[in-house]
């Protein structure tokens, strides 16, 4: 989850890594550290905190200056937030710096090896291991790459690693195993990242980097080994957005910029994806056809707010297929033994494309002999590398850790496979796919709607600052809506927030109910599925009966909640099955606000980060 840069170039090593470090303190902020080489010697400065406390570091001892080095900002794993845990690490003689991503497993057996030839290690990291041993290493090999492999062999667990050392000054090397890293190609310089967007500004020329690979970076090229240190296939890829994509735009918080790029990001995932002919067509799906019309079983695996989008996908792909389909939370997939075979389709949801629980299921899942195809928004990331197929979503850049467009695009993208396997098995006509595709085409106009009417929602959410439990009701789709509101604002404010299911609501959590507890309440179509309409209008009057103050999402038209409203928040009218995609972007909305109005920070919420890389 942590953030690291490296750099090898022409301009100066410290702007440079310390620029880029800012792109990704989204991936951790509890320390920050930098470490530089020049005349022969490595400097390095870290601090706990957030970035803005390394800088002022900086200012007051600033280090020499270089045209090499590496930076690294932090969510802790072992060790707390300290300055003396923050990275860069470093060997007894002060030679190596390392930063590192990840868990290396067995570093307490590798630790006191260690101690037993007479190194002394500082802090109480797993980390700081590997700039020990890389010292060793090179002392007799003399280069820091062969080092670096040799080290890689010995370690457990997964991890990016990228170090430097003072007697190499105008190299870095990085190497990754289940953790991501980036080569991001310059002219006259080259760079390594956890994300491209740490070096958006300077190049849009990219490297994947492969399952245990080692990378040796100076400013003049790029060689990539295996651990063993044979040459490796790697791919080049140009990145198709820019600096501006990945900058707030004048938005106080990056999480309402991308609230508000939800019309275009959803717009953008819908593109080119009818061909001439008028069938529905997904480039990245490689599985071939005659594999899909077997699939028997569909297994959504996903974390967080995507596996709310795979609940979601539950609803379209069974109604439109009428192929089973289960949801699982990635990270208790592989434990319970689940039944899977060749004709299990799997569907692996990431934003990032580097979820550690998402990518360890996708590999027990292919073990099984199933295909996997990713949901993703992240071009050359592991999760879809390492799948039969890729679904990319076109969201962009997704800075803030609570995810918002990113899980709209999810929605998308999830509707339209569903779609596909419609029309590949025969369970739906082209006119009725076509259908629904217009619908999802206009969704964009529709949100934007919607994001024109939140001043109300924003007012209610300052009056609800002072609350400690907000509850959240839905049924059909909306149930998975209600459980992804109520994580927005366990994410975001801080508060006790929970999501049931309405019709559960008399099975115990009605127990919860007391005078003026906020009850966000997501009404479906009175038009389509109207028994469930009477249903929750039943459940709204339940709970304002025992004095709750209801908050009702309810579409245009709909006047039988009326009544029992405190709070009516208006959203346009949609087909039943798409309706998440405009009754979650209130709950956006909502939890922002709350969550400012409390003082909170609202792109770096406590505790979170926003590639979850480790299990």
């Known amino acids: 989850m942590c953030g690291i840069v490296g750099y090898a170039g022409g301009q100066s090593a410290l702007d440079v890594v310390v620029a880029g ?13 930098v470490a530089v080489l020049s005349d022969g010697g490595l400097a390095a400065a870290k601090k706990a905190g957030k970035l803005v406390n390394l800088e002022k570091e900086l200012v007051n001892r600033p280090l020499a200056g270089g045209s090499v ?71 007799s090999a003399g280069d820091l790459a062969e080092a670096m ?25 990085g190497a990754r195993r289940n953790s991501p890293l980036v080569v991001g190609v310059g002219e006259g310089e080259n760079f390594l990242a956890s994300d491209v967007s740490a070096f958006i500004a300077h190049t849009r020329s990219a490297i994947e980097l492969g399952q ?8 003049d090229g790029v060689t990539v080994t295996d651990f063993d240190g044979a040459p490796a296939d790697v791919r080049a890829y140009h990145v198709d957005w820019d600096a501006s994509a990945a900058e707030k735009g004048g938005y106080d918080y990056f999480m309402l910029k991308e609230i508000a790029e ?49 609940l979601i996908a539950k609803y379209a792909i069974e109604h439109w297929t009428r192929i089973p389909c289960e949801v699982e939370l990635a990270s208790e997939f592989r434990y319970r033994d689940p039944i899977l075979g060749q004709k299990t389709l799997v569907i692996a949801i990431s934003q990032s494309g580097e979820t550690m629980d998402t990518l360890m299921a996708l590999r027990h899942a292919r073990e099984q002999g199933a295909k996997v195809l990713a949901v993703c928004n992240t071009n050359g990331s592991t999760i879809p590398r390492e ?24 929605l998308v993208a999830c509707y339209l496979l569903a779609l596909y396997l419609g029309q590949v098995r025969g369970t739906k006509w082209g006119d009725e796919i076509h259908a629904v595709v217009r619908e999802l085409a206009r969704i964009g106009d529709e949100v934007e709607r919607v994001l024109e009417t939140m001043e109300p929602v924003r007012a209610l959410a300052r009056s609800l600052a002072h609350k400690d439990t907000v509850l959240f009701l839905g049924r059909h789709v909306g149930y998975p809506v209600a459980l992804e509101g109520a994580l927005k604002l366990k994410e975001l404010a ?23 507890l906020p009850v966000v309440v997501v009404v479906p179509s009175p038009k389509a599925r109207s028994v469930l309409h009477d249903k929750i209008v039943s459940n709204i009057q339940e709970i304002r009966a025992r004095g709750a103050r209801t908050i009702v999402i309810a579409e245009e038209g709909d006047e039988a909640v009326v ?39 609202v792109d770096q919420p406590r505790n979170l980060a926003k590639s979850v890389t480790v299990e």
Not at 96 to 113: K, Q, S
Not at 212 to 219: A, F, I, N, P, Y
Not at 270 to 286: N, Q
Not at 298 to 307: D, S, Y
């Open 262 to 310: 939800q019309p275009k990001a959803v717009a953008d995932t819908l593109l080119g994806r009818i061909d001439g002919s008028g069938r529905l067509t997904l480039d990245e799906v490689r599985i071939p056809d005659a594999v899909l019309r077997e699939a028997d079983k569909v297994v959504i695996i996903a974390c967080g707010t995507a596996f709310h989008a795979g």
């Open 387 to 410: 799948s039969d197929a890729v679904l990319y979503t076109h969201a962009g850049p997704e800075v803030a850790v609570a995810s918002t467009k990113a899980f709209l695009t999810q």
């Open 494 to 516: 801080y508060m006790h927030a929970e999501g049931f299911a309405a019709g559960e609501l008399k099975h115990g959590p009605i127990a919860l109910i007391e005078e003026d």
């Open 149 to 173: 492999r040799l080290v890689c062999r010995r370690l457990d667990g997964a991890f990016t690693l990228v170090a430097v050392h003072a007697d190499q000054p105008d190299v870095v090397v």
């Open 21 to 33: 470090l800012k792109r990704l303190e989204y991936r951790g902020y509890d320390s920050a550290g």
């Open 212 to 219: 245990d690979q080692v990378v040796e970076l100076t400013r």
């Open 563 to 601: 009544p029992y409203a405190d709070h009516l928040i208006r959203i346009p009218a949609t087909p039943t099955l798409l309706q998440p995609l405009v009754s979650t972007v209130p709950l956006q909305v909502f939890a922002c606000e709350l969550a400012t109005a409390r003082g909170n920070e």
């Open 69 to 139: 080095g590496i930076g690294h900002t932090r969510w802790a794993t072992h060790g707390g937030p300290t300055d003396v845990n923050a990275h860069p690490h470093l060997d007894n003689a002060g030679r190596v710096a390392v930063v590192h991503n990840g868990i290396i497993e067995n570093f307490a057996a590798l630790r006191e090896e260690l101690a037993d030839r007479g190194h002394d290690l500082a802090s109480e990291t797993d980390t700081e291991v590997v700039a020990h041993l890389l010292a060793e290493e090179f002392s």
